[in-house]
């Protein structure tokens, strides 16, 4: 089993490699990383940002068309929202197989400071780890420093380790094993 990393064009350029081989790291899974073939659906003009459900039913449509049975996770640059949230980092929807994340807030220039690509992919590896988590089975996970874990802000996102904890760690190992 691998996962499908799909990666949009107006995602930065260059960091598909370092991303995935950290996802594959923090996770213990193969991925491969290829550019992204899934129709941009549920972008809301008012709110200049994208519908994250939307974006997963058109991943899902996707998958159903092509027969691909294994995880897939997109990462997109536009910003996106779920009802209910002013914006989601990414969004997993287990059931079917399908997660997106979006590196719009992931750089350091969203927020006024200097740009660092070393901390723009370590987030897109741990925002994209978490979501593949979830749709490997994983819930959310109260420790702090756990990929796992699930950040509201961008220190909560920081804070985060790129690995496992313990317990989630087993966890996977049991539900990669069990598949
Ligand atoms: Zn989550
Ligand atoms: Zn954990």
């Not at 996962?3 to 064009?9: A, K």
């Not at 549920?42 to 159903?64: F, P």
């Not at 590896?125 to 089975?137: F, P, S």
Request: hydrophobic share 35%; net charge negative; aromatic share 6%.
């Amino acid at each position: 089993m691998h996962i499908h990393i799909f990666w949009d064009s107006q995602s930065p350029s260059g960091y598909q490699v370092p991303v995935k081989r950290l996802i594959s790291s923090i996770l213990g899974v193969e991925t491969t990383v290829t550019e992204n073939p899934v129709r941009i659906m549920g972008y809301v003009t008012a709110r200049r940002q994208v519908d994250a459900q939307a974006l997963l039913d058109s991943i899902q449509t996707y998958k159903h068309l092509h027969q691909i049975p294994e995880p897939v996770l997109l990462v997109v640059h536009q910003d996106l929202f779920r009802n209910g949230n002013i914006f989601v980092f990414g969004l997993a929807r287990e059931s079917v197989g399908a997660g997106v994340v979006s590196t719009s807030r992931l750089g350091n220039e969203y927020y006024g400071r200097p740009g660092s690509d070393d901390d723009y992919i370590d987030r897109i590896a741990k925002e994209g780890a978490h979501e593949i988590g979830h749709l490997l089975g994983l819930p959310h996970c109260s420790d702090r420093e756990c990929v796992m874990f699930k950040p509201d802000t961008l220190d909560e996102l920081d804070r985060k380790k790129k690995v496992l904890c313990q317990s989630c760690r087993e966890q996977l190992d049991t539900l990669l094993n069990a598949g």
